[in-house]
């Protein structure tokens, strides 16, 4: 009997936190999707991911590595050709296709090409 009553009132207290999640969880989903809209629209802070990425070989500075000055790429290479290099790496630099999407090797690229 004693079980009875403590299942009894375990179920109802379940039902009420449930319900209680129910109605937040509404409201969190009704203000996520603008939330993620704006982060996607947003456009990928290169300077960000260069600090997240590249900083481990290329430096703080870009010019870290002699052979690959990033701190003057713009004058030698094409904003297609940053991006393919950094989406297949090679020569000893890792392919971030994988680890990045496609907006944020644009916004690197577009942020490298101009650094002459
Ligand atoms: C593991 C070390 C490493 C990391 C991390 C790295 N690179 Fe590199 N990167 C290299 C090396 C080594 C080269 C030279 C490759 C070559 O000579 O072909 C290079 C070359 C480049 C070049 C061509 C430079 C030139 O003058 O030809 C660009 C552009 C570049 N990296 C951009 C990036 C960007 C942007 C990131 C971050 C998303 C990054 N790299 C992360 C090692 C790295």
């Known amino acids: 009997m004693k079980n009875k009553l403590l299942l009894l009132s375990l179920i109802v207290t379940i039902s009420i936190v449930l319900s209680g999640c129910g109605g ?3 409201n969190a989903t009704n203000n996520t999707p603008p939330a993620t809209d704006n982060g996607v629209t947003t456009a ?3 300077e960000t991911l260069y ?3 590249c900083t481990s070989c290329h430096g703080v500075n870009l010019n870290q590595m002699k052979n690959a000055d990033l701190s003057n790429v713009g004058a030698r290479l094409s904003k297609a050709e940053i991006a393919t290099k950094i989406a297949k790496g090679g020569g000893g630099m890792i392919a971030f296709e994988k680890r990045l999407d496609t907006n ?4 690197l690229a577009e942020w ?3 650094k002459k």
């Open 104 to 107: 944020e090797i644009d916004a």
């Open 44 to 46: 990928a802070n290169p």
């Open 112 to 114: 490298l090409v101009a």
């Open 51 to 53: 600090k997240q990425n």
């Open 24 to 26: 937040s969880d509404n």
